[in-house]
């Protein structure tokens, strides 16, 4: 704090705040947050097919793209500046075991073959869980009526596998299965991907803020719901936990998801651990914000900024959003 020679805190008049605001140039000077293409990171939808897009009205602008129309937004996605994109897949078809998710020729697997010829440049990143390829919808087996943790766990490293086999630069277990990390670093080396880094959901809420996402996916659960395995929004002890775990399993890089309604998280996640911070903007923040501004309620750009600059400014390094390419036009603009 500032202090005058008898040693107190300056105050008015002598301090005016606004001096740091009148004047918008001295106020872009002094800005503490900034927000580049480079931090941002675009996930997308991949389906069956060839010339689909598919909107998911849950979602305005957001479409299941088949393989080709994926590499037409993925090089939008790449020539507006965003280094990373995120694949979720959608199946034709969906079994107890989730077996697509660890098909050698599975929709992701083909995505990625295909992206990382197109666009060598552009980092992709796959999620790795069942929920999107099971018939029940849960992100592990189910057996005796509850979600199995630990034989999900050799479903998921030959997921990740899968994945790296392909050429994903990184892979990012969002299923929440306790020590699927150290399960699939294992995997990976023992396959001989020592370079595959590993992006951890490690601190994941059971959010309703998923519920658009489980439209455009069709993973919402068939009973139950995901909280005997995703974190109680209430607990943030826990999630320094669950942090600490996921780097001792040697997670590469950490994240913490939903972003906005967990600030107070992405803080101390921050403050305590040394690995590369990402968030995530569910699909529910994205879909408030959009039909927020369809009703004429809220200033899209605007509200965009703002939330992505809160998310930025709590301690987020990189931000996961489905607005991730429409922003980098925008800050390159
Ligand atoms: O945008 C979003 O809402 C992402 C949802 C997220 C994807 N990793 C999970 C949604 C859910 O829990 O149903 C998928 C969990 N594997």
């Known amino acids: 704090m500032a202090t005058t020679e008898g040693g107190r805190a300056a105050a008015f008049p002598a301090v005016r705040m606004r001096r ?36 998911v009205p849950a979602m305005p602008g957001v479409e ?78 189910i057996i005796n009526g509850r979600v199995a943790n630990d034989p999900t766990l050799e479903l998921l490293a030959e997921t990740a596998v899968s994945h790296a086999e392909a050429g994903a630069d990184i892979v990012a277990p969002s299923d929440m299965m306790d020590g699927r990390i150290a399960a699939i670093r294992h995997a990976l080396d023992e396959a001989g991907y020592t370079e595959t880094l590993v992006l951890s959901y490690a601190a994941k809420f059971a959010s309703t803020f998923y519920g658009p ?4 996916a069709g993973s919402a659960p068939a009973f139950g719901d995901r909280r005997s395995y995703q974190m109680d929004p209430a607990d943030g002890d826990q999630a320094l936990r669950e942090v600490a775990l996921d780097v001792e399993e040697g997670a590469d890089m950490i994240m913490v998801k939903p972003a906005l309604p967990y600030l107070d998280v992405i803080r101390r996640v921050r403050e305590r651990f040394l690995l590369p911070l990402v968030a995530y903007q569910v699909s529910g923040e994205y879909a408030m914000i959009r039909f927020a501004a369809q009703a004429g309620a809220l200033d899209e ?22 607005f991730a390419t429409d922003v980098a036009r925008r800050l390159g603009a």
Do not use: W
């Open 301 to 322: 750009e605007a509200a965009v900024l703002e939330s992505l600059t809160a998310i930025r400014r709590a301690g987020a390094q990189m931000i996961i959003t489905y």
């Open 64 to 141: 299941r793209l088949s393989v080709d129309q994926l590499l037409v937004e993925a090089r939008r996605t790449y020539e507006a500046g965003v280094p990373a994109v995120l694949l979720f897949g959608i199946p034709d078809t969906k079994d107890e075991a989730g077996s697509q998710a660890y098909a050698r020729d599975g929709v992701v697997q083909r995505a990625v073959r295909e992206l990382k010829s197109a666009l060598p440049e552009l980092v992709v990143i796959t999620d790795v869980c069942l929920c999107e390829y099971t018939s029940h919808g849960h992100c592990g087996l």
């Open 213 to 216: 996402f489980r439209e455009a």
């Open 20 to 55: 740091l605001r009148e004047n918008p140039v001295i106020r872009e000077m002094v800005r503490e947050t900034r927000l580049s293409p480079r931090e941002l990171i675009q996930p997308f939808f991949v389906r069956e097919g060839k010339g689909e897009r598919e909107p």
